[in-house]
């Protein structure tokens, strides 16, 4: 099994930034690639962004739009997402999610393994 560690978030005003992090721990030669998923309130879970470990790059969402910048934190099987210029409707309950690099990335069904989620929280 793989264990995911999520760390950071919190609160922030407009315009404002926040770092999100994942650390994966266990069997984590099974993972291929890191993602990000979030749910806000009353909404659906939606991609954000994966990094591939494959090809060492990451991938985001169109409403990132620049803003959100993932990487891969050096030495370990871990991730970063920074969150800049943060709007309220980015207000969300953050998910890791990794496993091998098979399906669509965008797609939470194609990660086995998630962790518990950190809060992000936007106030105008």
């Known amino acids: 099994q793989v264990q995911l560690a999520e760390s950071g978030g919190g609160s922030a005003q407009a315009g404002g930034s926040l770092r999100l992090s994942c650390v994966a721990s266990?069997?984590?030669?099974?993972?291929?690639?890191m993602a990000w998923f979030r749910q806000g309130p009353g909404q659906d879970r939606e991609f954000v962004a994966v990094y591939v470990w494959s090809n060492m790059s990451p991938y985001y969402a169109d409403f990132v739009k620049g803003r959100f910048t993932l990487f891969r934190d050096s030495g370990k099987v871990a991730v970063s997402l920074g969150l800049n210029n943060l709007v309220p409707g980015d207000t969300g309950l953050y998910f890791c999610?990794?496993?091998?690099?098979?399906?669509?990335?965008?797609?939470?069904?194609?990660?086995?393994?998630w962790g518990q989620g950190a809060q992000v929280t936007v106030s105008s």
């Open positions: 266990g069997r984590i030669f099974s993972i291929g690639r």
């Open positions: 999610a990794g496993g091998p690099n098979r399906g669509t990335h965008s797609r939470g069904e194609s990660y086995a393994y």
